[in-house]
């Protein structure tokens, strides 16, 4: 199955509040679980393709993920316009 890698990840056995912060405190704890994860990669991507709103996936806080998909839409743009 496409989402496999969940298996895989540090969370697993973890309450998933843990991974929904209300604050930067929280963002940075779970941001520090993820940083070990070895699917940190899939959870990441899963997360922007499915334009996962809330939480922290593979890493990236909700803010950093807008920034990210921000950042490849401009890229996009430019290449075609090459
Ligand atoms: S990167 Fe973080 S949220 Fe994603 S699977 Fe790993 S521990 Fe869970």
Sequence with gaps: MASDWMQEGKCKDLPPALFFPSDGVGVDVARKICAECPVKLECLEYALYHRIDHGV???????????????RRIAAESSLLD
Excluded at 57 to 71: H, P, Q, V
């Design 57 to 71: 996936w593979g890493g990236a806080s909700e803010r950093e993920r807008r920034r990210i998909l921000r950042r």
